[in-house]
């Protein structure tokens, strides 16, 4: 016989009250993170060169801001995720909740910055 | 450490490969996330002009960085295979031990062979950069 209520079984939400949502949004942006960072890597190595108006010219292009765009917020959150299990593991004292919300900011202004950086070259006008 | 029985931790078990794969995992994507602060600091360069964005250049491809860079190529090499490999667990395949086995050794060595192509492929397309 299970302690468990039928509807905590139904709703499947565990002690967290989040379900798998860490665990499947992890998965989620890993998919799709092989494509985007392949293709970025690719990109940066295919660039004739690494000078201020290739690489310009390169984000400019509306494809590659989108792929950026893509690439750069998922990266972020997929690393936010990684980053976060990495302290929940192996911080015990009460600086695990401070570094949880760093990571969270940092991540946070990290996908901000880089997006909008992207943006602002692929709006304004070719050098 | 608190005054009770505690559950084994880390260091009860031999060490093998599958403490290596796992770790290196880990290590890897956390070196990938400490990379995004170059590439952000590369794209905030891009988009303030060229004037921030030689002096940005000058300090991203000194000696230090590029040793950095080294360290990144094989951490997203060796990330993205074990990431396939999770992947594929997670549908339920490939769990038996000589798979893993199998799999942990074969992720490792491509990385490796994978990194220095990669390594290579810049150094031709970038001469030393």
Redesign the interface.
Known sequence: MSLRTPLGRVLGLGSAKEGVHHWWVQ?LT??A??PL??SF?VSL??LPA?D?LT??AW?HQTWTAVLLVLF?GL??WH?KL??QV?IEDYVHSGAKTVLLIISTFAHTL?AA??I???L??AFGIA? | MPDRPLSPHAGVYKFKYTIVSSFLNRLTGVALSAGLIPLVWWLMALADGPKAYEEAVVTLSNPFFKLIYVGLAFSFTYHLLAGIRHLVWDTGRGMERRQSQVSAWVIIILAIVLTVLLLAALVVTRGLA
């Open positions: 998965r890993a998919v993170l092989i960072g392949i890597l190595i295919c690494l201020y690489v310009h984000v750069l990266a972020c690393s990684g980053v990495v990290i910055a880089s909008f950086a992207v602002k070259v050098p």
